[in-house]
């Protein structure tokens, strides 16, 4: 397994509070990502980055924010959290995007907004 | 937009018998990924397949890869209980980094 972890794990929070979720990976891949998953919906990408400081929107971005200022860390922010928002968010990290190489996940977080 | 859909949703199969989940996609795709998640846990990478014709097999499961027919198979031979889970397809968004996902296959093993 790549070494990944996502904190916290576990999250309650009201309506128009920012969250801010942390994955850390320890195998110095380049690209990393941040998906929600939803009953009836899969896995759907939220932002993803292919390098320090370099990011891009995925398919569901509106209300989120992203930064990754170090190759280990990837930081996903709700500047103002929504009921909508609440799901289970994961966080995914490759080699070199959508080659040959899988995409290896994190234990994931469960946000509740309130 | 690329979509992937996967049917069934739900299978629900007797212990020894054969069965096949099915991944149908929109557009031009070259790659395709199979995971599978046990009930409250992360995703587990299953099988990569990178072109026409790739076909890939652990165990009990065998994976093919039809890019013409935009059509990946996920063949279950003589199921047992602990197959019981979520699987999905990943499909390659082609010149991006991105992957859609299906919306999954629940599976459920009895004896």
């Known amino acids: 397994d790549a070494g990944i972890t996502q904190s916290p794990r576990h999250k309650v929070t009201e309506t128009g509070t920012p969250v801010t979720l942390r994955c850390h990976q320890t195998?110095?891949?380049?690209?990393m990502y941040w998906y929600r998953q939803d009953p009836g919906h899969g896995l759907r990408l939220i932002h993803y980055?292919?390098?320090?400081?370099?990011?891009d929107k995925g398919e569901v971005s509106d209300g989120y924010s992203v930064s990754r200022s170090k190759t280990e860390d990837f930081l996903l922010t709700l500047e103002s959290a929504t009921s909508s928002q609440t799901s289970v968010y994961f966080c995914?990290?490759?080699?070199?995007?959508?080659?040959?190489?899988?995409?290896?996940f994190g234990p994931g977080t469960r946000l509740t907004v309130l | 937009e690329l979509k992937v859909e996967q049917n069934p949703l739900f299978l629900s199969m007797q212990e020894g018998k054969n069965y096949t989940i099915y991944c149908n996609y929109s557009t031009t795709s070259d790659r395709l990924y199979w995971y599978r998640q046990d009930p409250g846990k992360s995703l587990e990478s299953l099988f990569v397949?990178?072109?026409?014709?790739a076909v890939k097999q652990e165990g009990r499961l065998m994976a093919s890869l039809d890019t013409k027919a935009r059509l990946s198979t996920l063949h279950i031979t003589a199921a047992v209980h602990d197959l019981s889970a979520t699987y999905f397809c990943?499909?390659?968004?082609?010149?991006?980094?991105?992957?859609?996902f299906g919306t999954g296959t629940r599976l459920q093993v009895f004896p």
């Open positions: 195998e110095n891949h380049r690209y």
């Open positions: 990943a499909v390659d968004m082609k010149g991006t980094d991105k992957l859609i």
């Open positions: 397949l990178l072109s026409n014709g």
């Open positions: 980055s292919y390098g320090v400081k370099d990011t």
């Open positions: 995914a990290t490759s080699v070199a995007g959508t080659g040959a190489d899988t995409q290896y």
